[in-house]
């Protein structure tokens, strides 16, 4: 069974920097799209940013277009979310979600595995 855990997460300041990790067993990673969303309070949790199997296709939500940028290390199993130029509103739970395919997708219902969740809060 998948299991991905998620680590990096913490206090930041607007304009800081952080990295998310997540760190997925098994042994189809390599071939499947993997996504981190976030969840603010009493909101609902939505798509930020995807990557698929090779790491040649990415996909990002507008609001962190150009500040976040996702990667992925096939050989450690482990996907990053590097989170540049902090707002306060990116704070939120951030997850870590495999999908059963390699396909892009925004909808947090096609994935089929997801981490624990990390909290980030950015302060202004």
């Known amino acids: 069974q998948v299991q991905l855990v998620e680590s990096g997460g913490g206090l930041a300041q607007a304009g800081d920097s952080l990295r998310l990790s997540c760190a997925a067993s098994?042994?189809?990673?390599?071939?499947?799209?993997m996504a981190w969303f976030r969840q603010a309070p009493g909101k609902e949790r939505v798509f930020v940013a995807g990557?698929?199997?090779?790491?040649?296709?990415?996909d990002y939500a507008n609001s962190v277009k150009g500040r976040f940028a996702i990667s992925r290390d096939n050989a450690k199993n482990t996907v990053y979310l590097q989170m540049n130029s902090l707002k306060p509103e990116d704070t939120a739970v951030y997850y870590c979600?495999?999908?059963?395919?390699?396909?892009?997708?925004?909808?947090?219902?096609?994935?089929?595995?997801w981490g624990q969740g990390t909290q980030v809060t950015v302060s202004s």
């Open positions: 979600a495999q999908d059963r395919w390699n396909r892009n997708s925004r909808s947090s219902s096609l994935y089929t595995t």
């Open positions: 098994g042994r189809t990673f390599r071939s499947v799209f």
């Open positions: 990557i698929s199997g090779s790491g040649d296709i990415t």
